[in-house]
């Protein structure tokens, strides 16, 4: 509304200087048709002059060449005459330069040569070289005439006739005794008529400015009345009202159709305009609605509520009863969202309800009677009073449009006196304009707000609690049980040989089933039991205040209804699987999440090794192996530090497109007695027993050393642990490693897991400008596998994605995990981050890797890690 009217109207009323100005700058149109129309004779006189002189001189050169050709025709004609009369070579030379000067239009020159009769019957003479052409007609007995440049020439064969015979007896009839080469130059004839041409054109120039300055004359006289005319006009316009004095422009004759249809054009802006003007309070009116849309943090907790407030400040400025909403839900069903300013009569409600269906239906069919009809009350302490059904007709006003905009809204409306009002109708329509973009927005990042937080909590496929909540959940209930003094339990649940069934079937009969099995687990739980997933096919239960018996009743019921799971394969076939379940409780098995969850997960691995099918229920020989092993790991762990034995295993990384390794990746291994210990063994011993730091430090040390004995200079792709970041001394001791060692800062580049950033996304931040700040470079792994990657590509100096393994393996045979790996692929690229796709495990996922444009692969397709270290 400020656009369409407040601007157009401003700028007539306040701004007519500037159409004055506009005005008067016609005036100086004049001057230019004056120089135009002599510029235009000029340029037009250059233009006649150069394509006639063009065309003449075409002209006079055929012409010139046709003279030229008779005369040289003559001149042979005649030196052939002499030579039947009998004269010498140096008479009919003598001739020749006699007459010259007879030609000096087409000045001529001429050679004869003699041919081998003539040399046998007089002998050889000093001549002239004979050329190609010369030679040509010799051999042909043709004529033959071209030019070059200007010189015309014409080379003629002397044949030998019977006349001929009685001076040359040793010739033949039809033999070439001779050539004569006439040379003619045409230039001088061609000089002297362009000399004549130009003097006749030029006696011509003064007659064509004559007649341009009599037509720029005649315009100037026609377009200074017309422009005075308008001129005038303009000069009279000072307020809205003045704009009356245009009405009659359209019945004026200027004597340029150009400028009448411009002054009927003028009328009619000028009563568009007188439509359209409002007075300041109506600008002000609207500007004080509009300042309360605005958007806060807040809004998105509730979008009914940030409506409902809405309306009572719209209330503030207009009286408004009610203002309502229409959404799409899903195809032919819409919801009618009714907010009231205060509680209504029941019989205004359907009396309002009544009226805007019948409303919605006349502005669109699709509709029909598929509406429901949704009532909030912004401020229920009051009552609002009964509304007359006609009142609701003449004061509602409506926006519906044709498709849905963001949020499913597609139409938008009021009720209030306002709308009756025909100038501040207009301010209605732009409100609701805006409204309905405010509305779906609101709703829109409402429902996105929530879904995010949703989703940070469940598995998206099972919607169960996933493994980051089970944690916490984990944490929390050890807190309580412990304050209150009582047990509870912890079950792993692992599908037995869930592997065959995706590998036979597919991953999207997988998901069902894992669906479906997350369903029959939850039916044999009680009311208050958290059932999580935990990855993959394996699940984790807590149930609190149940002792050992009471997890063995609950696995037996999970036993029990595995026995009806049964899914009809795609080719037909039943499915059915099985689950190996461990338990722990406690405090009697650990009194720590981590060590609960150890021994749990021990006892389902005991269960799959007694042949699977099975509930492992710990015994005393159980709790002593578990913790046993744990204590073993602590000593191997504990000592590997000690002795500084921590050692590097490094990955290659392969450049996709070149199949160069240019990258390794270094993970952590310890050498005990019973072999080498991988990462995922010790890393959370290490964690717990505090000496993580240290453990990083000792491997990064000794793979900077074999990095410069072996002068290896791509990139080092370096883990991260979440501990790292909250400790200060980290990067200056990495940054003194690099010295030491003698390496590029610009070659390390620290990765860290997407959910770990979760949970630590202000220290990452702060972790991040150090990184960068110092020369390092900075890499998200697991990219994809949260929910925030977006935002994170946003937010951080990103170098590196690495795309989460779950999506790169499956891609392949899953269309939606191809879609997602494209998606962060072109996201990457649009960054200026380099992507890397981990778990490339076979040649068809490096293809596929390959084609998507992915810039690096990792894999044990590419290569296993390996303590050494080779470069490609």
């Known amino acids: ?417 306002s709308a009756v009002d025909s100038i501040r109708s207009l301010v209605v329509d732009s409100i609701l304009s805006t409204l309905i973009n405010v509305v779906g927005s609101v709703k829109a990042i409402s429902k996105f707000t929530k879904d995010l937080e949703y989703y940070a909590t469940r598995d998206p496929l099972t919607n169960l609690y996933n493994q980051r909540i089970f944690w916490e959940l984990l944490g929390y209930e050890i807190g309580r049980a412990d304050r209150y003094r009582y047990k509870f339990s912890l079950l792993v649940v692992d599908l037995d040989n869930f592997k065959n069934i995706n590998d036979s079937y597919g991953h999207a009969f997988g998901d069902k089933f894992l669906s479906e099995f997350a369903l029959n687990i939850r039916d044999a739980l009680r009311l208050g039991d958290i059932l999580s997933r935990y990855g993959g096919d394996e699940f984790v239960i807590v149930l609190p205040e149940a002792d050992e018996e009471q997890a063995f009743l609950v696995s037996s019921r999970i036993m029990e209804n595995m026995e009806k799971i049964s899914l009809m394969a795609p080719d037909g076939t039943p499915v059915r699987a099985t689950v190996s379940i461990g338990m722990a409780v406690f405090p009697d098995h650990a009194d720590n999440a981590k060590d609960l969850f150890i021994f749990a997960d021990n006892m389902m691995y005991k269960a799959k090794s007694e ?95 074999k990095i410069k004995n072996n002068g290896y200079n791509g990139f080092l792709f370096i883990n991260l642990s979440s501990k790292s970041l909250v400790l200060n001394e980290f990067i200056p001791n990495i940054i003194r490693l690099t010295r030491k060692y003698d390496i590029d800062p610009a070659r390390i580049v620290f990765e860290i897991s997407e959910k770990d950033t979760l949970k630590n996304i202000t220290l990452l931040e702060k972790f991040v400008d150090n990184l960068k700040f110092s020369g390092f470079k900075f890499a998200i792994d697991d990219f994809g596998s949260g929910f925030s990657c977006f935002y994170y590509v946003k937010r951080f100096p990103i170098d590196f994605v690495k795309i989460a393994g779950e999506f790169i393996r499956s891609m392949t045979r899953n269309k939606k995990d191809m879609a997602i790996v494209h998606i962060m692929t072109v996201l990457a690229k649009e960054f200026n981050i380099k992507s890397i796709a981990e778990h490339v495990e076979n040649i068809d996922v490096l293809n596929s890797v390959k084609s998507l444009g992915i810039d690096y692969a990792q894999g044990y397709h590419i290569g296993l890690p390996s303590p050494d270290l080779k470069q490609k």
């Not at 290659?652 to 390794?661: Q, R």
């Not at 990462?679 to 730091?693: C, H, N, P, Q």
């Open 1 to 417: 509304m400020s656009e369409k009217v407040g601007e157009k109207i401003l700028n007539i009323l306040e701004g007519m200087p500037v159409l004055r100005k506009l005005v008067s700058a016609q005036f100086r149109l004049k001057s230019f048709v004056c120089v135009a129309v002599l510029i235009a004779s000029y340029v037009s006189f250059n233009a006649t002059y150069l394509v006639l002189s063009s065309i003449y001189r075409q002209s006079f050169i055929k012409n010139a060449d046709e003279v030229s050709d008779a005369v040289s025709h003559q001149v042979f004609n005649s030196m052939v005459q002499l030579m039947e009369r009998g004269w010498t070579r140096d008479e009919m030379n003598k001739f020749i330069e006699s007459i010259k000067n007879t030609r000096a239009q087409f000045p001529y020159k001429v050679e004869i040569f003699r041919g081998e009769a003539v040399e046998r019957d007089y002998g050889m003479i000093r001549q002239l070289e004979i050329g190609r052409n010369i030679s040509d007609a010799f051999s042909s007995g043709e004529a033959i005439t071209y030019k070059a440049d200007s010189i015309v020439i014409n080379i003629y064969p002397i044949k030998a006739e019977d006349r001929c015979l009685k001076c040359h007896a040793g010739a033949r009839t039809g033999e070439v005794l001779g050539v004569m080469k006439i040379q003619q130059d045409i230039s001088p004839a061609i000089n002297e008529a362009k000399r004549k041409f130009n003097v006749f054109f030029f006696i011509l120039l003064p007659i064509s400015f004559i007649m341009a300055g009599a037509v720029a004359t005649f315009l100037n006289a026609r377009i200074k009345r017309s422009t005075m005319f308008f001129h005038n006009k303009v000069t009279e316009i000072n307020s809205v009202k003045d704009l009356t004095r245009l009405n009659n422009l359209d019945t004026v004759e200027t004597g340029f159709a150009e400028f009448n249809e411009t002054l009927s054009e003028v009328r009619e802006l000028a009563r568009k305009i007188r439509g359209l003007a409002v007075d300041k309070d109506i600008l002000e009116f609207e500007i004080k609605i509009l300042e309360k849309f605005v958007i806060t943090s807040e809004v998105v907790r509730d979008w009914k509520e940030y409506v409902s407030a809405l309306l009572l400040e719209v209330n503030k400025v207009m009286e408004a009863h009610t203002l309502f909403s229409i959404f799409k839900i899903e195809e032919d069903l819409y919801d009618l969202e009714v907010f009231w300013r205060n509680e209504p009569p029941e019989i205004t409600r359907a009396r309002f309800e009544k009226v805007v269906k019948q409303r919605i239906l006349k502005e669109n069919v699709r509709f029909k009677d598929n509406i429901k009809v949704i009532h909030n009350v912004a401020d229920p302490s009051k009552t609002l009073c009964e509304l007359k059904e006609e009142d609701i007709e003449l004061q509602t006003k409506s926006l519906i449009l044709d498709t849905p905009k963001i949020g499913g809204v597609v139409g938008i409306g009021v009720q209030s006196k």
């Open 611 to 705: 042949g699977k099918n099975k509930i492992a229920v710990p015994t005393e020989r159980d709790i002593l192996d578990t913790f046993k092993a744990i204590s073993e790991k602590t000593f191997a762990v504990t000592n590997a530090v000690e002795q500084r034995k921590i050692i590097p295993y490094f990955q290659p990384i392969m450049n996709a497109e070149t199949g160069d390794i240019e990258c390794y990746e270094i993970f952590s291994r310890i050498e005990t007695d019973k072999g080498v210990m991988n990462a995922a063994e010790f890393i959370e011993v290490a964690e717990k027993l505090g000496v993580i730091s240290r453990l990083d430090l000792i491997v990064l040390e000794n793979a900077f050393e």
